[in-house]
């Protein structure tokens, strides 16, 4: 949790702050009006519990409660790495190709979670994924949310999305990681039916809000096991932390790449054990 705290960038936390206060004078208010009607009182309440609930499992990666564990996936640990780097919403010609580079050059290996439509658009950043080593897994067709659309819907999709990006890449693909790490109900089910397994993260570091990349490197370096960890018996797989060699639909490049490839070069010589 510590860690987590201090990845995660202080306007986040006031949102989140400001999120839940809101949330429980809104409760507090409805009880007071409803006082004196006690079973009223107890089914609202519960209601927005449930409610409540189930909208932070959809909207949080790392609550995986309720998800069979055949339909979640851990990445590989690579030899010798303190933490598992990925990247989501790629490729994109002028920010993958750096990201590779850097990782070539320290010999680190990663995981990347692609968008179909950019995938096709660069071919050859797929296939260069794969022949330095690299994970590729399915980001989606496109960035579009699960919210709002029906089991079928996301399978069909999905099931398309997994075509494309096998024959793009000539092997069989089973790792996903929804847009977000947003789930829900129908989204499961889809990917129960596709035979998918989802991976999710354990650190975002809030690249995409675009931090300079001092800052960046602070919170990449804020995930790494200290040293009381790392003498533990069995300690790995290190956690999961999650960058962005692309934002969204956007097939340019985004705003946050430069800090980021930068915060990168400077993060990738503290990986190797």
Known sequence: MKRALAVVPGPVKLRVVRIIGLALVGLVGLVWLLR???LVQLGLGALMLGLGGYIGWCRWP???LGIAQELLSELPQPSGQLVRLTFDDG?????TDRVLDALREHGVQASFFVLVKKAAAQPALV???LAEGHIVGLHGQDHRLPFFRSADELKGSLGLARQALEA???QPISLYRPSHGSKN???VRAVSRLGLRLCFWDYGVWDTDAPP???LLTRLTATLPNQAERDKPGHLPGPVVLLHDGLGDDPGIPAHAEPMVAALRSFLPLLRA
């Open 36 to 38: 004196a009607l006690p």
């Open 127 to 129: 296939k260069r994924m």
């Open 62 to 64: 790392r609550w995986r």
């Open 185 to 187: 109900v129908a989204l």
């Open 91 to 95: 490729p994109t010609l002028g920010v």
């Open 168 to 170: 793009l890449c000539g």
């Open 213 to 215: 990349a001092d800052v």
